[in-house]
């Protein structure tokens, strides 16, 4: 009985929702490091973790192993991001908005141009230690693997780290200070300079793994891929709400489960209506995120 109910076709479309969901959960939990610990949204994330992760594959391709290859990108990835801030970003502190929105935008053209001339568009696979072979129970086809399977535990395990993180460990609390109250923060001796590095250098290394994820996958990874998986992550953080790790994995697993739904039993150039749909619904209930708290926070 448990068989046939996990096997049926309902079941098949969460299965398969869930899995890119964790995709979005990812993307969008980088959203949420970023913007808690510099009050900064990154439209450039998507591009940077390709690249990072592009730069992983090169030492696939000598030899090296999978998990060699997620150090790498994980690496580059961190530096990437501590660079972008110190770089790019810090001169735009205490200016308008849209000033931080146009230059990241903008840094996501480069990157994937840059890409494209090192790397050309082709699509790139990772070959991953974990099988991706689907699970089959009594002759029936299970939508889950050892690959899917980890997939999940990882980005429930970067979910809770970054949980704790913000609100259990004194580095997070220096963090949110930094972003809500630098001035304030200063003055009580936190070097806010160096937290705000620091939050965009986690921030990045999340969306490594999401990229990591994407090019081990059937489908690979190519230089605009993330463009996407940014849109969905973007709109995860803002369903879950923006201060709320947990809001953006349930966040992006609602919107991974609400595609694989349309797509199935609507039309695949419709797919990321569902998407939609959940953010319109979630914005007309609670604006502010369905996880995120309704009153003023104090630092």
Known sequence: MMSTFLASPIMHNIFAG??????YSLVALSLVIIWQSTHVLNFAQGAMAM???????????RGLNYWF??????????LFGGLTERILIRPLYGKPEINAIVVTVGFLGVIEAVAQAIWTSTTRNIATPLSQIYFHDQGRVVLLSPFVLFQFGLALGIMALVAVLFRFTNLGLKLRASALAPEVARLLGVRVNRMLTIGWMLSAGVGVVA????????????????????????????V?????????VIGGLLIGIAEQFVLAYWSADLASLGGLIIL????????QGIFAKSVSRRV
């Open 18 to 23: 869930l899995a890119q969901g964790v995709i």
């Open 240 to 248: 879950g709400g923006l201060d709320s790790p947990v809001g953006a």
């Open 211 to 238: 990229a990591v994820i994407v090019a081990s996958g059937s489908f690979g990874l190519y230089p605009s891929d993330m463009d996407g998986i940014l849109i969905a992550g973007f709109i995860a953080a803002v």
């Open 51 to 61: 690249f990072a992760s592009y730069i992983g594959m090169t030492e696939i391709d």
């Open 69 to 78: 290859c997620l150090v790498v990108s994980l690496a580059v990835g961190f």
């Open 280 to 287: 319109v619904v979630a914005l007309m209930i609670r604006p």
